[in-house]
């Protein structure tokens, strides 16, 4: 079990470019949520993949995001023509599928910087 | 809608002193509930966790009751360290759904 890891750790991008970050779970972990975390707020969900279905997916995510776990394992996460208010830390997390004792495992985040 | 209310910070603490930070919830279902921390540069990690109405969480001295009647889940610490410095998130979840409180800042002084 070596955790939850991200790639790449920060991104600093230029208003309008398009990002793409990686999240690789827990590798018995079925449960893969997105989130983002801005400075001095708690992390606001994004999305939810149950292997490879991406299930939920918040009001928060506008068309300029989208992502994706093609093969159950690794998901990603693009977003089109970046924003300034696009800055903040994108948070990955696991879990299994425990039934009611859903406990997340958070990887490390993403800080993306939009200039 | 569902939601989490946390006391705001920061709350700054002398060495052993006790530690509340309150949390409240509102949910229409049957949500386990959770306390998570991040330390200063360092990732989020889940503290303590309860289930059902009236299970308590504890780990590492800290603990935690699910309140159903007054839905709460106060975080306690009977004597906090200066390590204890961090962010405190409350975190209600779901199924899926999962919902952070803003976060608690505590500061612990020697």
């Known amino acids: 079990d070596t955790g939850v890891s991200q790639d790449p750790r920060h991104k600093i991008t230029k208003r309008g470019q398009n990002v793409t970050f990686r999240c690789d779970p827990i590798?018995?972990?079925?449960?893969l949520y997105w989130y983002r975390q801005t400075l001095g707020q708690g992390p606001e969900f994004l999305t939810y993949?149950?292997?490879?279905?991406?299930?939920?997916k918040s009001r928060l995510l506008s068309d300029r995001f989208s992502a994706e776990r093609p093969k159950g394992s690794f998901s990603t996460l693009e977003i089109q023509r970046t924003e300034q208010g696009d800055s903040a830390m994108y948070l990955c997390?696991?879990?299994?599928?425990?039934?009611?004792?859903?406990?997340?495992?958070f990887g490390p985040g993403t800080r993306l910087t939009v200039l | 809608g569902d939601s989490v209310t946390q006391m705001e910070g920061p709350v700054t603490l002398s060495e052993e002193a006790f530690l509340t930070i309150n949390c409240t919830y509102t949910a229409t279902g049957y949500p386990s509930l959770f306390w998570y921390v991040q330390y200063p540069g360092e990732g989020l990690q889940l503290l303590l966790k309860a289930t059902k109405a009236d299970d308590k969480g504890s780990n590492k001295g800290f603990e935690a009751t699910y309140r159903k009647e007054t839905t709460s889940f106060h975080l306690e610490k009977g004597s906090v360290q200066v390590s204890d410095s961090a962010v405190y998130f409350c975190?209600?979840?779901?199924?899926?759904?999962?919902?952070f409180g803003a976060g608690t800042r505590l500061f612990v002084k020697a």
């Open positions: 997390a696991s879990s299994a599928p425990a039934g009611v004792l859903d406990t997340q495992y």
């Open positions: 993949f149950q292997n490879e279905a991406q299930l939920e």
């Open positions: 975190v209600l979840m779901w199924g899926f759904k999962t919902i």
């Open positions: 590798s018995e972990h079925n449960r």
